[in-house]
T-cell receptor, first 114, second 115 residues
Framework: GAGVSQSPSNKVTEKGKDVELRCDPI?????LYWYRQSLGQGLEFLIY????????KSGLPSDRFSAERTGGSVSTLTIQRTQQEDSAVYLC????????????FGPGTRLLVL | QKEVEQNSGPLSVPEGAIASLNCTYS??????FFWYRQYSGKSPELIMS????GDKEDGRFTAQLNKASQYVSLLIRDSQPSDSATYLC???????????????FGQGTTLQVKP
């Protein structure tokens, strides 16, 4: 399996709880992205990691959202004190800079905040 | 004004017809343009990328780019029911082609191909 993987595939949580979403990019890909897709909507950019550079956090909707990428590979998106409006599908993508900007998406994590 | 705009549809075409999907973008310095297909409940998959003005063909798919008009389109020839999906236009608004960066997506156009 050489694709992008994400876990969990589904997450149901209660309002106010913290959640962690994980992304394993394609091996060797230097860039990693997080997007959010609400029901019937397009993809909303959240954050972008490129190699050892400082991440582009310009899409994070509030300070409850944070992400890290350890060792240039696996990334974790953390949402603190979840709200009902955080319910969405969270998609991770990775790309190889040498191949251009083609981004390959993982299957996503469906988050439901009750 | 949204940075990337698409008609949400649904666009309905009969099987075998040409489906035409359109997208406009706001930033003139954009260099890289992408069409993704997303089936219901699935993640997006890349169909086409285009970087230069003109047409780019790949099988039944043709992407068309007009930077002067800030317009990119996707034509699907001989449409099949299996083409029924949401098509997302995405733009890398970096001024440097080849610079990996965040994509700005349109809302997507839902295509229905009727047998």
């Amino acid at each position: 399996g050489a694709g992008v993987s994400q876990s969990p595939s589904n997450k149901v949580t209660e309002k106010g709880k913290d959640v962690e979403l994980r992304c394993d990019p394609i091996s060797g890909h230097t860039a990693l992205y997080w997007y959010r897709q609400s029901l019937g909507q397009g993809l909303e950019f959240l954050i972008y990691f490129q190699g050892n550079s400082a991440p582009d956090k310009s899409g994070l909707p509030s300070d409850r959202f944070s992400a890290e990428r350890t060792g240039g590979s696996v990334s974790t998106l953390t949402i603190q004190r979840t709200q009902q409006e955080d319910s969405a599908v969270y998609l991770c993508a990775s790309s190889d800079d040498r191949a251009g900007e083609t981004q390959y998406f993982g299957p996503g994590t469906r988050l439901l905040v009750l | 004004q949204k940075e990337v705009e698409q008609n949400s549809g649904p666009l309905s075409v009969p099987e075998g017809a040409i489906a035409s999907l359109n997208c406009t973008y706001s930033d003139r310095v954009s260099q890289s343009f992408f069409w993704y297909r997303q089936y219901s409940g699935k993640s997006p998959e890349l169909i086409m990328s285009i970087y230069s003005n003109g047409d780019k063909e790949d099988g039944r798919f043709t992407a068309q780019l007009n930077k002067a008009s800030q317009y990119v389109s996707l034509l699907i020839r001989d449409s099949q029911p299996s083409d029924s999906a949401t098509y997302l236009c995405a733009v890398n608004m970096s001024p440097r082609s080849g610079n990996t960066g965040k994509l700005i997506f349109g809302q997507g156009t839902t295509l229905q191909v009727k047998p």
